[in-house]
């Protein structure tokens, strides 16, 4: 069951991964369209409210994100939420028995399961850092 806990770690961490670096493009593109606007197509006294309503929607939607979660609106902190969604996804298309998973650690003298990214539990308790996280 280790084996299998750890293939879903490593395959929730692509999919956050992937998803992260899809809204670094999303972002980039955004970027360099309000540039294109703001040089070519129209001026920055058009472009300043829109870029400023843009940034405000932003902040809305990490201040929405921290009271969702309880967690902090920082990369990190979405990386970890989007990973614990990741993670009972696939714990769930693959039958995984979290329930008996944290009975069998606990009988081997281990902390009982609790949905996070590997990246959290090693930083914090100093156990094995799995290598695909990249902790140290």
């Known amino acids: 069951m280790e084996a299998q806990k750890v293939d879903i770690d490593r395959?929730?961490?692509?999919?956050?991964?992937?998803?992260?670096?899809?809204?670094?493009?999303?972002?980039?593109?955004?970027?360099?369209?309000?540039?294109?606007?703001?040089?070519?197509?129209?001026?920055?006294?058009?472009?300043?409210?829109?870029?400023?309503?843009?940034?405000?929607?932003?902040?809305?939607?990490?201040?929405?994100?921290f009271l969702r979660t309880k967690r902090e609106p920082s990369f990190e902190g979405f990386f970890q939420s989007r990973f614990v969604v990741k993670q009972k996804r696939l714990m769930k298309a693959r039958d995984f028995d979290v329930r008996r998973y944290s009975e069998l650690r606990l009988a081997c003298g281990l902390p009982a399961l609790h949905p996070q990214s590997p990246c959290a539990s090693s930083q914090e308790s100093h156990h094995h850092c799995h290598s695909h996280c990249h902790c140290h």
Not at 23 to 52: H, K, N, Y
Request: charged letters at 15%; aromatic letters at 20%; proline letters at 2%.
């Open 11 to 65: 395959m929730a961490t692509l999919q956050v991964r992937r998803e992260l670096w899809g809204g670094l493009a999303a972002l980039a593109l955004q970027t360099a369209g309000f540039m294109r606007l703001t040089f070519w197509e129209l001026s920055w006294d058009v472009m300043e409210p829109i870029c400023f309503f843009v940034t405000s929607t932003y902040f809305m939607a990490g201040y929405a994100f």
